[in-house]
């Protein structure tokens, strides 16, 4: 009996050795990522934690990683910023734009893209505060003389002037006279040619802010159904565009979930994440969402205390490491179904 009861011992001890040697070898050290290591998704979500500059470099290394031809990348930033991007995209024109004027903390993002021809456009809702409404008149105003709208144009201009454009009554006047534009949206769609999607989509970004701000199911709006909506239907615009193969989707970690509820967040956000919308959305795509977490401090500290102090003890400070989260016997028990891959750095 005795002899049994050890032979069960050192099977069971076997066990969980070629148990933990399995688990360990789903943390890969980014130098010998195989290139086909990702899998091959459709859409991508890469979930960052907003603040850490070399979070660019990793957002980098994933890209040159999963893109291929026709891939577009979006990032989460104001919509209005995009016409300045544009100037820089496609006019190939920096003299006016430079790269640290959008984002200083994407610098290097924005460089990579731009040299490796890879398109980039902004998603989410604007910002009152920096609202670049001049790039907006300028498109707005590309008629000249005897342009139709020039009244309208210029009560848009006067609003965005306005010393506290986010008050209430200011962010009404907004509003107002996007009532305007509705109404003679076949004039601005008749003058602005092939801009028109492009102001059209901004004046939804615009709405979707000022209806955020005013979501009384939400403190700031950072977390309210109207801005969460458009930044999904702007994914969902890029989906539907043949000229897109595969979509790259850069946003705050907490809009990557791939289940409904985001631990730890409060929210009126009543329909779920960015990442589950998309996927439950269309049923027929791959779908890969990646958390990148700096070791230091962030997301999975404070959400997933377990699964972190794993992942510190069988890693090494200054390595770029990337894990496949859902595989028999992981450690990763409450990630799996909410990402599909964790980048640590």
């Known amino acids: 009996m005795t002899g049994e009861l050890y032979n069960m011992k050192k099977y069971l001890n076997l066990f969980l050795f070629l148990l933990c040697k399995w688990s360990h070898c789903q943390i890969v050290e980014w130098d010998s990522l195989a290139k086909n290591n990702l899998g091959n998704y459709d859409i991508y979500f890469i979930g960052e934690q907003h603040g850490y500059n070399n979070s660019e470099i990793i957002e980098a290394k994933l890209i040159e990683r999963i893109h291929t031809k026709n ?39 924005l460089r990579y893209l731009y040299y490796n021809h890879i398109p980039l456009k902004l998603t989410d809702v604007v910002l009152f505060k920096y609202f670049y409404k001049d790039e907006i008149v300028e498109v707005l105003n590309k008629k000249g003389i005897n342009n139709p709208l020039e009244d309208d144009i210029s009560n848009f201009y006067r609003i965005g002037n306005l010393k506290f454009p986010n008050k209430k009554k200011n962010r009404n006047l907004y509003l107002n006279y996007l009532d305007t534009y509705r109404t003679k949206k076949s004039i601005y769609d008749t003058l602005l040619g092939s801009d028109s999607t492009k102001i059209e989509e901004c004046f ?97 500290f404070s959400y997933f205390p377990v699964e972190s102090r794993f992942i510190l003890k069988n890693t090494k400070p200054g390595k770029i490491y990337i894990i496949n989260v859902d595989y028999p016997g992981t450690p990763f028990v409450n990630l799996v179904g909410r990402f599909t891959h964790v980048v640590v750095y």
Not at 76 to 86: A, C, M, S, V
Not at 102 to 107: D, G, R
Not at 247 to 257: K, Q, R, V, Y
């Open 71 to 109: 891939t577009t990348v979006l990032l989460e930033g104001p919509y209005d910023r995009n016409f300045g991007l544009n100037k820089i995209f496609i006019n190939k024109d920096t003299s006016l734009y430079p790269f640290n004027s959008f984002n200083p903390s994407k610098t290097n993002l």
């Open 204 to 300: 939804n970004a615009l709405e979707a802010s000022i209806n955020a701000k005013q979501d009384p199911r939400t403190g700031s709006g950072l977390w309210s159904d109207f801005r969460e909506t458009f930044m999904c239907s702007m994914i969902v615009k890029e989906i539907k565009n043949p000229a897109s193969s595969k979509i790259i989707s850069i946003n705050g970690a907490d809009h990557c979930f791939l289940q409904n509820k985001v631990k730890g967040v409060k929210s009126g956000n009543g329909r779920g994440p960015l990442a589950y919308r998309i996927k439950s959305a269309f049923p027929d795509k791959k779908v890969c969402s990646i958390l990148v977490w700096n070791r230091k401090e962030g997301l999975l």
